[in-house]
């Protein structure tokens, strides 16, 4: 059994992790960690939580986690793990954060996409990129795991088969992005208030999302050149869910039935992403509170485009879902372990 800790554990991801380590055979959740509600109980502000959580919120305390907590989830805001991370690097404690602080390899481009100063070149090194289905070797035994961000989850597990397979022209691909609200988190803002999001679907930080870095270093890894891409994000009224519809021009004689096949067979052994029937399409509703990561894949013939069509749960496979999945990676344990729900449906 392994002692965990949160940190920002009011926040949304907070709750989901609490939600997955609750029914998870080797994590014991410990101590939850609040920089605004110390000594409070989660329920006053939750009460779906009554009787789950009876501990209260405590304030960080590095000398105390030292002393009783395995593994500490880090769901707070960009900023704030650059900064705290630093004194976990010469103890055992296995780190995963759910934040951007440390997922893009060079610092200039956190400056650019993110502001601020980047984190160190020493903790940059130290952390491993957690896209669990793409590098499952370099997550097992990481001491610090940096879960990557959302839209970058579905467009990278999207779009590296078609990428390593060399099926498309790199210069081509363009992600339309969809999420619900809660990918903003808890705090209020115009962006998210209900009379400006109900019965309406708006674009936002068109050619600025923080993810779009993050995309093309992986798809230039994967893709074993400079890869750049147009992706536009959009807030749709619903409370969770993210779609991303890709396309990339095919560069290459080939049909649907073959590119179904190269999909399936890459994800042939990772439980969590579903590639879907030929014809079959997915929606967020179909993974809904689940880890799953559902593709469907379609040829344009008369423009010759791959069209691929990624769903995740923004907050599960988007967020503390992957991070429960890198944590068992990065032990050894079962990667299904704690995460085996079925979406909730309708
Ligand atoms: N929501 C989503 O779908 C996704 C979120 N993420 C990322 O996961 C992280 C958490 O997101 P989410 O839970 O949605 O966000 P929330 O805003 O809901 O929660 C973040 C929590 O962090 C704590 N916090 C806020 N400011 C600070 C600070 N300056 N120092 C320390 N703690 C702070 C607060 O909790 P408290 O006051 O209790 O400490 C706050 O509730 C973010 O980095 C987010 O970008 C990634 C993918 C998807
Ligand atoms: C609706 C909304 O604002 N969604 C967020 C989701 C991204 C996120 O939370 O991820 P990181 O901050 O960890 O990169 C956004 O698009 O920025």
Known sequence: MKNVAIVGGTGYGALELIRFIEGHDY???TQIISQSQEGHL???????????IDAPLEAFDFIKIRDKIDIVFFATPAGVTKEMLPQFLDSPIQCIDLSGDLRLSNPSDYEKWYGGKPASQNLLD?????LSEIYPNEIQGAHICSNPGCYSTASLLGMIPAVQNDLIDTSSIIIDGK??????????SIMTHFS???ENVKPYKIGKHQHIPEIEQYLSKEANQSVVINMTTHL??????LLCTMYGRL???????EVHEIYQKFYQSHPFVRVRNLESYPATKEVYGSNYCDIGVYIDERTRQLVVISAIDNLVKGAAGQAIQNANLMNGWPVDLGLRQIPVFP
């Open 126 to 130: 130290n952390a491993v990129y957690g």
């Open 27 to 29: 994590l014991k959740l």
């Open 251 to 257: 560069n290459q004689s080939i049909n649907v039935q």
């Open 179 to 188: 999420t619900g609200v809660s990918g903003a988190g808890r705090k209020t």
């Open 42 to 52: 989660l329920e006053e502000m939750y009460p779906h939580l009554a009787t789950y």
């Open 196 to 198: 400006e999001t109900n």
């Open 236 to 241: 749709i009224p619903m409370t969770r869910g």
